[in-house]
Nanobody, 123 residues
Framework: QVQVAESGGGLVQAGDSLRLSCAAS????????VGWFRQAPGKEREFVAA????????YYKDSVQGRFTISRDNAKNTVYLQMNSLKPEDTAVYYC????????????????WGQGTQVTVSS
């Protein structure tokens, strides 16, 4: 069983940066693809970014490409999401998820989820 926990969210102004962390416990996620998703009020959970277990492949939602960077430190059992040039439309609860079977872009294909961390970007 894997537990994942997100941290690093907060209230920032447009143009600011945040770094989210997804720390795993229980067992290693170094052999697992990991994804970041977000959910804004009244909207469905959507894909933001994903990283392969080796870290060699990364994937991004079009609207965050060039602003967000996903990375991992397998020695620390942690995945990061560096978010730069934040916009009000990035406001959401951000979740990390691990152990995917199928598409990295589909939230229902992931097995383990954290509780989420709130990111609020003011204009």
């Amino acid at each position: 069983q894997v537990q994942v926990a997100e941290s690093g969210g907060g209230l920032v102004q447009a143009g600011d940066s945040l770094r989210l962390s997804c720390a795993a416990s229980g067992r290693t996620i170094s052999d697992s693809d990991v994804g970041w998703f977000r959910q804004a009020p009244g909207k469905e959970r959507e894909f933001v970014a994903a990283i392969s277990w080796t870290g060699g492949n990364t994937y991004y939602k079009d609207s965050v490409q060039g602003r967000f960077t996903i990375s991992r430190d397998n020695a620390k059992n942690t995945v990061y999401l560096q978010m730069n040039s934040l916009k009000p439309e990035d406001t959401a609860v951000y979740y990390c998820a691990a152990s995917v079977v199928g598409s990295l872009l589909r939230p229902d294909h992931y097995r383990y989820w954290g509780q989420g961390t709130q990111v609020t970007v003011s204009s």
